[in-house]
């Protein structure tokens, strides 16, 4: 890519800094979701419940949607570093009364999914994995406070891969210790890791690292308390164009929950679990690869036009992979997509680093966590029950099956195909409109004028009726890892 920038020095300085967060949010990502995943796989095994498991799920995704606005707002009201502490030291106490709750239930008691004191366990658990939340939301902000404009492409490649590696190894892990130790074994160490993360990090000084509670003119009650959801909408509202940006991101993400529902049935219909399951782990281990690429390449001058082009790839992937039964051609499609999705993460978070105020991201970036983690979810409990009633039955004796089956295949896997197919159409037709519109070039050019140094103007201050200026982000998250509990 053109307009290379200078290579990340980690060794001194603020980015050696951002190196120490990088990796303590590495090592607490991992326990978190580690909890999570083991705590799926274990009532799995103890009530043999599925809707159980999907609860679960649910309680995540439900939790997640519901808190970003209110931890983007306390990132931005405080310093960051307290909060990434104040993160891991809520998980801890929920942890460690899960564990209290373990301890003195009988083992009968979570062997129904019924049982109170299972439930209990269960959301004291969930409470402690979105408690780390604040931490998912505070690192992209400090990178902008850390990393250099002409560096931040490579800062958030770096974050990729982190991310990508904690999807690696966390399935594995929870599996491990769920099978030889049990729900204790995970919680051990889940705290132990924690502990050590507040206490590295205690060691850590973030320079520049203040709190922002009234740089925006936000009303000082509502910051001291945290919860600025006024704030955010006139916020959201105000910046030209942002609003849009992230529906169309919740948009993608809506297109992209056809996967959490249907991406299992389609792979375990072609292969075994124990190869579905290797395989998901080899294209996981691509995600680092990805990031890795952006930290080493960058993403030039016009990320903006990357991120598009990344989606239409993987759109493209999307429509074309299922046209045939074939192994080979979803573990290419796959593949092509976990590698460039870094791409698109990165590329989303340069973009929003560089046009909204520093004071204001953690609040943007809540945001955009609440509204698209609330779009996937809704298309895959829609997707399962859609594809089983109505597209399966289409393609097994019905008119689809005596239209396109003698080229496209009947029954139920190709019911799933066409699924996949009609999803990367609409997404491939969504990015090109996007590539032509006037809205991408605006946006292009807002981001190429934007500089750190220029003041930022307040919320109330901006024009009524000025020009919006818009373009979709990726749908990048969408897609579960190896293992990953799905609703």
Not at 280 to 306: C, D, Y
Not at 415 to 436: D, E, R
Request: charged share 10%.
């Amino acid at each position: 890519m053109a307009d290379r920038a200078p290579a990340l020095d980690l060794r001194s300085g603020p980015e050696r800094v951002f190196a120490h967060l990088l990796v303590n949010n590495l090592l607490v990502s991992v326990v978190n979701y580690t909890v999570w995943f083991a705590v799926t796989f274990w009532i799995f095994l103890e009530t043999g419940s599925v809707f159980a498991t999907g609860m679960i799920a649910g309680i995540f995704l439900v939790a997640t949607a519901g808190t970003g606005i209110w931890f983007g707002s306390l990132v931005d009201h405080h310093r960051k570093h307290a909060v990434m502490q104040g993160s891991a030291v809520a998980s801890i106490a929920f942890y460690s009364a899960a564990f209290a709750v373990y301890l003195l239930t009988p083992a009968e008691a979570f062997r129904t999914a019924a049982s109170v004191p299972l439930w209990v366990f269960v959301v004291l658990l969930m409470a402690g994995v979105i408690a780390g939340n604040p931490r998912m939301i505070a690192l992209p902000t400090l990178v902008t406070l850390l990393v250099p404009e002409d560096r931040r492409d490579r800062a958030n490649g770096l974050v990729g891969s982190a991310t990508g590696l904690s999807m690696l190894v966390t399935s594995v892990i929870s599996g491990l210790l769920v099978a030889f130790g049990g729900m204790p074994s995970v919680l051990a160490l889940t705290l132990a890791v924690l502990v050590l993360s507040v206490v590295h990090l205690a060691g850590v000084r973030v320079p520049g690292d203040v709190g922002a509670s009234t740089a925006d003119g936000t009303d000082e009650a509502v910051a001291r308390s945290g919860v600025d959801l006024r704030g955010t909408i006139l916020l959201v509202r105000g910046v030209p164009g942002l609003l849009p940006l992230i529906l169309f991101s919740c948009f993608n993400n809506f297109l992209g929950g056809a996967f959490m529902a249907l991406m299992d049935p389609y792979g375990l219909s072609l292969m075994s679990v124990q190869a579905w399951g290797l395989l998901w782990g080899a294209l996981s281990a691509l995600l680092i690869v990805g990031g890795l690429l952006v930290a080493r390449v960058g993403l030039g001058s016009r990320p903006i036009r990357v991120l598009l082009l990344v989606n239409l790839v993987m759109w493209t992937g999307t429509m074309l992979f299922p046209l045939a039964s074939s192994i080979l051609t979803l573990t290419v499609a796959m593949a092509l997509f976990m590698t460039v999705m870094p791409f698109a993460e990165a590329a989303e978070q340069t973009v929003l680093q560089r046009v909204v105020p520093y004071e204001r991201q953690g609040r943007v970036f809540g945001f955009a966590q609440s509204v698209e983690q609330a779009a996937s979810p809704l298309t895959a409990f829609l997707m399962a029950p859609l594809t089983q009633f109505v597209v399966i039955p289409f393609m097994t004796d019905g008119a689809g099956a005596g239209g396109i089956g003698g080229w496209f295949g009947t029954g139920p896997v190709r019911g799933i195909a066409l699924v996949f197919v009609i999803t990367g159409l609409i997404g491939v037709l969504a990015v090109l409109g996007a590539l032509a519109s006037p809205a991408y070039r605006r946006l292009s050019a807002a981001y190429a004028a934007a500089r750190d140094d220029a003041p930022a103007e307040p919320v109330d201050e901006i024009v009524p009726g000025a020009p919006a200026v818009h373009a979709p982000l990726a749908a990048v998250s969408s897609l579960p890892a190896a293992g990953e509990p799905s609703a």
